[in-house]
């Protein structure tokens, strides 16, 4: 059965810090994995999707990295910003299509 | 696109009422999913379609939830009937075949 974990399960940085999150899953059969953020009491919107075959994809100051093998995938924000302070959620789909989602890591960036 | 659309935004009902929960997924998106995010079990998969049809339930908790996709415009999620712990964030997803899911703004549901 697939789990996905995150760590940190929280993180508190200054404005400007680069910073990496990460993820890692327990079955390497995935089909993509996605980031997504979440604001308090919103919906999830998509930042970046890796497919399978893919190392990495990036979108403006976000990269994120995907290694099938080792189960890992990092999502590093440059130059981070208040306005990036938010939850953000790693999740993996296999052939199924279904997303396994981890906890999340909850960042906030101080002014 | 307007995106996924969810409705209602917020519901709160008494404990055995029937409860309808309504998604309108992107236009020319064939697949279709239900979540339930809670806080002690996170964001958990319900149920998904695929062009109009149940392709995996296995994650309804039980009986009292129901989902059917008429059309490929429209999805409803039925708790019937409704208990305390059913409380939590519904969100419906949308997506054609491996690429991005894209959620809806979420339905927040109060049982009492």
């Given amino acids: ?111 | 696109d307007a995106g996924v659309i969810q409705s209602p935004r917020h519901e709160v009902t008494e404990m055995g009422q029937e409860v309808t929960l309504r998604c309108k997924p992107i236009s020319g998106h064939d697949y279709l999913f239900w979540y339930r995010q809670t806080m002690m079990r996170g964001l958990e998969l319900l149920i998904y379609f695929n062009n109009n049809v149940p392709i995996d339930d296995s994650g309804m908790p039980e009986d009292r939830f129901s989902a059917k996709m008429p059309n490929a415009s429209f999805s409803t999620l039925k708790i019937q009937p409704s208990e305390p712990r059913d409380s939590a964030v519904y969100f419906c997803a949308s997506t054609t075949s491996h690429n991005e899911q894209f959620f809806g703004p979420g339905t927040r549901l109060t049982v009492l």
């Fill in chain 1, 1 to 111: 059965k697939q789990e996905v974990t995150q760590i940190p399960a929280a993180l508190s940085v200054p404005e400007g810090e680069n910073l990496v999150l990460n993820c890692s899953f327990t079955d390497s059969a995935i089909y993509n994995l996605q980031w997504f953020r979440q604001d308090p009491g919103k919906g999830l919107t998509s930042l970046l999707l890796i497919q399978s075959s893919q190392r990495e994809q990036t979108s403006g100051r976000l990269n994120a990295s995907l290694d099938k093998s080792s189960g890992r995938s990092t999502l590093y924000i440059a130059a981070s910003q208040p306005g990036d302070s938010a939850t953000y959620l790693c999740a993996v789909s296999d052939s199924s299509y279904k997303l396994i989602f981890g906890s999340g890591t909850r960042l906030l960036v101080r002014p």
